[in-house]
């Protein structure tokens, strides 16, 4: 039943992009606070609804966005396999392997978008794109990554409590 | 009798005395005296009263404390409640001074019809310029309807639902609006790019425009009604080998701070998609 607390949370999280997160751009560039929070669920122990959580996110933003919505849908399943192939490898230290997905979850996303625009024939010059919207992206991302994760991981601990040890 | 005498002698010496005594100090006669006595007095009632001060502030600073502390906390109190009812005026002033200038804008514009709306996001693609505002279908928005401010044009409706839209810049890299320069009387093309500048083109080598033409909606092709501001010219690219000069072109709205808009709703777009020859 605590499971159905991840539609306030999604719902919520894209609201927090398209209204706050979306304005505050670095250069051009702007976090991405779902790919982020979806990354940190996807870590976080004993979760098993990363997929389902992936495919609600990528759906509801292609749903808002203007990009073609496989992208997001795309992009958000591969952060999601990102981080279930890291977390059994870097399970020692998680806020590295967030960092890891968060990184090559926002490169993928972006230069997914990147490509897809341009194959739809929009503009889009490449070496200004990376410069002023893939590394602020990225750096914003790795900045919102550490207190994400920690709220994810509490979230987690309410829907999926730790056995207690006698 | 001889007491009589004697006492009222006594009395007249003794007024004779005082009454000399205050001529002298009158005259200034006792100056330096009377100074040093004063001054001494005044330094002995200054030394008691600094000390009965220092007594009763030690005796009474602990509860004058206490009460000013609980007053500076309630006075805290009051001015952050001030500060947040000023905050909140001012927001109210400046959404009042947008929703002025909207509505001089409207009246001054009357052959159109238009529908405010607050914008309420920004995609989540930074690659891509659309803001969402918060009417949709139910308040009659179609598809292809232009939006703009009172400075001038903003976009278009690019998709529907039914409390809600979403809106396409003129900056955005998609974005393509037939124009005309006002001074030079000619058309072209305006698109938007991925940073947000606005650029013409397919303008004619040999028309001389300048810096600073003002950049008005054509009409043409049925995307937006003619005559809306654009931006105006603010550098010129002609190179000889091209077969169109090129120009960058200064937006009259301030995109980032985009919060209500008027949606033009009587105008309905012409979709000539079907005439254009396929590629």
Known sequence: M????????????????????????????TADLPLVMLAAWALQDGVETSWHWALAVGVLVGFVSAIPFFVPIASYLFVVFIA??????VWQTPLLAMFIVSLIGTLFLNLFSLGTLRLFGIPMPISESIGLFVLPGTLLNLLLAIPVFAIMRDLARWVYPLPEIE | MRNLLSRTLQTTIIFLVVGGVLALALGGYFGPVSNAVSQSLVNLQTWFSSRFVAVQDMLTAPRDVASLRQRNAEL?????????????????????????????????????????AAVIGKDPSPFLHYVIINRGSNDGILRGMPVVTNQGLVGRVDAVIADASRVQLITDPASNVNVRLQNAETEASLVGSVTGD????????????????????????????????VGQVVNIRTRESDLFQQATVQPVVDFNRLQIVLIIVNFTPVDISPLQPAP
């Not at chain 1, 605590?2 to 560039?29: E, F, K, T």
């Not at chain 2, 001015?79 to 947040?84: D, I």
């Not at chain 2, 905050?87 to 052959?111: C, H, K, W, Y």
């Not at chain 2, 040999?206 to 501001?229: A, F, H, K, Q, R």
Request: net charge negative; proline share 6%; hydrophobic share 45%.
């Open chain 2, 198 to 229: 606005l650029s013409l083109d397919l303008i004619p080598q040999d028309l001389t425009i300048e810096e600073g033409d003002l950049v008005l909606t054509s009409g043409l092709g049925g995307g937006y009604p003619p005559d809306l501001i």
């Open chain 1, 84 to 89: 279930q192939l890291l977390v059994s490898r």
């Open chain 1, 2 to 29: 605590r499971n159905l607390i991840a539609i306030p949370v999604i719902i919520l999280s894209v609201q927090l992009q398209l209204s706050i997160v979306s304005r505050v751009p670095l250069l051009s560039g």
């Open chain 2, 76 to 116: 805290e109190a009051e001015v952050a409640e001030l500060q947040a009812q000023v905050i909140q005026l001012q927001q109210q002033v400046g959404e009042t001074e947008i929703l002025a200038a909207l509505v001089d804008f409207s009246r001054a514009n009357p052959e159109n019809t238009y529908l405010a």
